[in-house]
């Protein structure tokens, strides 16, 4: 399989202020993370693909001024959710494809947002 | 684009067989994962289909029709720790920028009673 770690587990931030999520493939180099949004009893909604060394595409919707993508390396994508706001407040999860044929993603433990 | 479909909610009995249906309409297709999450975790991979036809893993089976847009997961020998969201997510096929987009549905919350 292939391991994803997210980090923070949790955050609590005060509107306004700038939040980043990190997220590490720890046994695979991952070119390619995605970015997922999850409010409650709703599904996954992809917010953008994290590519290496460029820049990330953004789903329609997604301001992308405000989620602020880096995929610095094979293993770290980040997310910064800058000037949050209550309404950003969401479960985030990244995930990366396996090096399997089938190409499964395989997700981080996720970030629960609360923005106060 | 991609729309799925997917029971809400389903109730099962510790030890029956419960069946979770998928319905899809895509503007291109290669592929179809089921994934299991449980309440406040991120989810867990449990199957693939690409292929029409049935894919069975233990407890897991998972079938496809491509003609008909469908798919089910089937639970066996249901557990109480069954309980969860079931994520059916299909896969597009490549475009010319090499991206390749996987939605999902909104999932359909298993309760397991004993």
């Known amino acids: 399989g292939a391991v994803v770690s997210q980090h923070p587990s949790w955050v609590i931030c005060k509107s306004g202020t700038s939040v980043k999520i990190e997220c590490r493939s720890l046994?695979?180099?991952?070119?390619?993370m995605f970015w997922y949004r999850q409010f409650p009893k709703q599904s996954l909604m992809l917010m953008a693909t994290?590519?290496?060394?460029?820049?990330?595409?953004?789903e329609q919707g997604v301001e992308k001024d405000k989620f602020l993508i880096n995929h610095a390396s094979l293993t770290l994508s980040t997310l910064t959710v800058t000037s949050a706001h209550p309404e950003d407040s969401s479960f985030y999860i990244c995930?990366?494809?396996?090096?399997?044929?089938?190409?499964?993603?395989?997700f981080g433990e996720g970030s629960r947002l609360t923005v106060l | 684009g991609q729309n799925i479909d997917q029971p809400t909610e389903m109730t099962a009995t510790e030890g029956a067989i419960v069946q979770i249906n998928c319905t899809y309409q895509?503007?291109?297709?290669?592929?179809l994962f089921w994934y299991q999450q449980h309440a406040g975790e991120a989810p867990t991979f449990l199957s693939y289909n690409v292929l029409d036809g049935l894919e069975e893993k233990g407890r897991f089976s998972s079938f496809l029709s491509r003609s008909k847009g469908y798919s089910y997961l089937l639970l066996k020998e249901l557990q109480m720790k069954a309980s969860a969201s079931y994520l059916c997510?299909?896969?597009?096929?490549?475009?010319?920028?090499?991206?390749?987009?996987?939605?999902f549905g909104t999932g359909t919350k298993l309760q397991v009673i004993p």
């Open positions: 994290s590519n290496e060394g460029s820049k990330a595409t953004y």
């Open positions: 895509t503007s291109g297709f290669n592929g």
């Open positions: 995930s990366a494809r396996g090096t399997s044929g089938r190409g499964e993603l395989f």
């Open positions: 046994d695979f180099q991952a070119t390619t």
């Open positions: 997510a299909v896969r597009d096929k490549l475009d010319s920028g090499g991206y390749q987009k996987v939605t």
